[in-house]
């Protein structure tokens, strides 16, 4: 059996945030699709859905990437763009219907790609103390 590109995997936020995560203030943004023969950004659609793409940064909380990058990009497939609960700075979020896409990058090394249908505060306030 062969999967085709792109394929998007199901997976639990807890599986992929075991410690949680942080929203970056001010990072959500519309996610733009290049034209290299036109040169010109439009706004990206999902090829799935239709629906337009949003970019929210995050940080990991995990202790054990202490010395490494936190921050990672999760893409939101919406109608409109996600508006987080909280005007806190940093504040915890929980992503909904997640997904990842595993792919060989540039460099020939396997990357992810991370997606949800939304994000919201979490559920538990003691997510962090397993």
């Known amino acids: 059996m062969a999967l085709k590109g792109g394929t998007r995997f199901a997976v639990r936020f807890e ?5 949680g995560c942080a929203l970056v203030p001010d990072s959500i943004v519309e996610a733009q699709d290049y034209n290299e023969v036109t040169r010109a950004r439009t706004p990206a659609l999902d090829k799935l859905t239709g629906e337009r793409v949003w970019t929210v940064r995050v940080m990991d909380m995990d202790p054990d990437l202490a010395g490494r990058a936190r921050e990672v990009a ?3 497939s919406a109608p409109v763009q996600p508006v987080p609960e909280s005007s806190v700075p940093f504040a915890p979020v929980e992503f909904e ?5 595993p792919y060989v990058g540039q460099t020939g090394r396997l990357a992810y790609s991370l997606r949800a249908s939304g994000f919201r505060a979490p559920v538990s306030a003691g997510r962090g103390a397993k």
């Open 15 to 19: 599986d992929v945030f075991p410690a």
């Open 74 to 76: 999760v893409k939101i």
């Open 97 to 101: 219907g997640m997904t990842v896409t």
